[in-house]
DNA sequence: TTCTACTGGCGAACACCGTTCGCGTCAAGT
DNA sequence: ACTTGACGCGAACGGTGTTCGCCAGTAGAA
């Protein structure tokens, strides 16, 4: 028995008109989840629901999550904008990328997390890295500290972003973020016996005080500054 | 029909003579499986087969895997050891316990992942973090940046952890693992086109040389020196 | 002593996850 | 027109965290 041609038409006429997918439309569509969803929202089966598939329609065109991930990652590394070089501004372009970085990462929800576990070493990465590398030789850093300066600079900015994401996470239900949290941690601290941890106690305040980026802030700058005395020029 | 005495025999005497589990005992058993095995082998099945039972055995004693996860954390922190305040040696003391939080993270394994999403507030965190703004007060450095300091350090104490137990983790397989990846590493930065990459094509050998102590121990010397310009005394 | 009431351990199930296998369909080559 | 090849993808496997409800065992009341 032949097949019902109105099955067909109610079939067939989908399949040319189906999302085409390929690597690339996979990884747009899982930054487009997890800006959204957040890490642990992009699953294959998340991501091949957006085509209206399985998941294993996506092993055609990557070859594992991991791999995935590390598209995805060196997909947004691809949008930090990095400035031509200017040397006697040195400093404050390294800043610049750190930042640029750090507010890409921040905008893709919890995908800093991912970052951590990858060895960055895809096109995007490398052009940011190597920029960084470039700024501090123009400074004047030998090519040794520069080296290791980049890599636990971005480190820092990693870090960072994925702290402030889990924040940011915690605080997901109706409340300003900063405010409440604040608070609660405050009076936690307030309320901790003096004899144990007096000066928890007595800073309770500093240390709740100041928002996300001025943490960010005053860590890079330690990290940024310290480089000023390897400077042999 | 009554029950076999027979049966019981076999049944009972396991009873009383079953491990007992209160919350201690699962966070030790979780601590065990975390060293040989790594963060994702702690599974509440896992965890639950050390004590010959199922996993919802366990959420009488623990009402998540976070909490689980946090009891874990907090106990590890209890592991560092705190020297006596000593103000002249501020400097090297607030290293000390950088360096020891690093070691006792990495003794077991994976578990600076789960650290890196937990707000440290267990009570043996606090001793650590109280102990460390004591030690950048006692050296003249102001409150406020004290407490931002400590917490930019733990920061990146964590995360350096983290990275390096991934390393760690993906030369589990029948080579050393620093000659092996650090050869590979190298291998591909100087393959790669010059034009886009010079500054990592040009250097190479610095990207990838340095064992994970001496990059450590690098940006932790940016962190704590930089420190130094905030003082007032 | 016997019956009842309750408490707490835990087996089974639910809804997810990443990944694999192999079937069935469709398109191109002969 | 028929064969052959490739490829999309449904279903399944073995895992995950967590919940529900049963049932054994004990303690207390009669």
């Not at 800006?35 to 998941?55: L, N, Q, W, Y």
């Not at 601290?189 to 001025?214: K, T, W």
Request: some cysteine; charged content about 25%.
């Amino acid at each position: 028995m032949k097949e019902s041609p109105f099955l067909r038409r109610a079939i067939k006429p989908q399949r040319p008109a189906k999302n085409p997918l390929g690597r690339d439309e996979i990884v747009r569509a899982a930054l487009r989840i997890v800006k959204t969803e957040g890490i642990d929202g992009v699953s294959m089966r998340r991501i091949a629901a957006e085509f209206e598939t399985g998941p294993s329609s996506l092993y055609a065109h990557v070859t594992s999550k991991d791999e995935l991930l590390q598209l995805m990652f060196d997909e947004v590394c691809g949008m930090v904008e990095i400035p031509p070089l200017d040397p006697p501004r040195w400093k404050e372009q390294i800043l610049e990328i750190a930042r640029a970085s750090h507010r890409i990462l921040l905008d893709h929800y919890d995908l800093a997390r991912a970052a951590l576990a990858i060895v960055p070493t895809g096109p995007n990465a490398l052009r940011a890295s190597d920029a960084m590398i470039g700024m501090m030789l123009a400074g004047g850093v030998p090519a040794q500290h520069a080296a290791w300066a980049m890599d636990r600079i971005f480190l820092y900015v990693t870090a960072d972003a994925y702290e402030m994401s889990i924040w940011r996470g915690t605080a997901t239900e109706e409340e300003a973020f900063p405010a409440e949290l604040e608070r609660d941690l405050r009076a936690y601290f307030e309320q901790v016996p003096v004899d144990l941890y007096p000066n928890i106690r007595a800073h309770a305040q500093e240390l709740v005080s100041g928002d996300a980026e001025a943490r960010f802030e005053f860590g890079l700058a330690l990290l940024v500054d310290g480089l000023g005395k390897y400077v042999t020029k």
